[in-house]
């Protein structure tokens, strides 16, 4: 996913229930938010829920 200049890429274990969003910009990674799920997969609103904070606080 791409959004105001970053790139989101989801990683996560079922196994674990761990999930980790890895965020690039300009190629490079710059980051990485690591977050809890439940079931086969993260919820899609959980992942556009870490998106938007993410983004919102960049822009603060």
Known sequence: MERDGY???VEYSVIQQKGALHVYRDGMLIDEVTFH???KKPNEQQIESLIN???DQRSD
């Open 7 to 9: 790139i989101f890429d």
């Open 37 to 39: 799920f439940t079931g």
């Open 53 to 55: 904070h993410y983004i």
